[in-house]
């Protein structure tokens, strides 16, 4: 099934938008957690993590499930398919890795929150997880940039099924 | 019909891309399995750092 022109245009302006607003969401979530984990400030600790919640819980998260899905609907509504390129292939997977990934960590994020509202401020505790929060952001920002450069640069390679699809759609001579 | 051409191998952006993601796997089962096991009894870095950690304590107050 092909989108119309005027709809396939459509959902590419949302799977663009959705994408790239990740990664601008995400680098936004780093730089916080960045200056959470470097800062001496307790009021800097105590304003950062719980604005890096929101940030995840309200940005990261919805945009990332719209990428996931506009990407579903752009590649099966176009004559890409979902299956047939490897680069169509790296980038879902990848896409669905970082989602995965990025759910597993809301349980993380919610408890740096939640530490940075406690008094005395456990720096301990706050250092560890601004940690593993510092990682895992920048793990997803230069995961997600792999699918940025896939799709511009779109490398050539069709899959085994593709390759049958494209033969079996050539008229025979 | 005519028999269907021969499949090209496998790209070589893809075995590129997969050898560097499983590079990257591998460097970081190492990084956590080498870090975690004695790291159990070591005391937290961040937790001899008691001047630091006084005065974002005293600012706090």
Partial sequence: MTMPPRLRKFTLTLHVTSSVGLLGAIAAFLALAVTALTSQNAQMMRAAYPAMQLIARFVVVPLGFASLLTGLIQSLGTPWGLFRHYWVLVKLLLTVFAVTVLLLKIELINYAARLATETPLPHADLRCTGIQLVVHAAGGLLVLLVPVVLSVYKPPGTTRYGWRKQFAQRPSV | ?61
């Fill in chain 2, 1 to 61: 019909m005519a028999d269907p051409p021969f499949y090209p191998s496998t790209p070589r952006w893809l075995r590129i891309f997969a050898i560097a993601v499983g590079a990257v796997a591998l460097l970081l089962v190492v990084l956590v399995h080498g870090t975690s096991g004695p790291r159990h009894n070591i005391p937290f870095i961040g937790s001899l750092d008691h001047s630091a950690t006084h005065a974002a304590q005293e600012s706090d107050r």
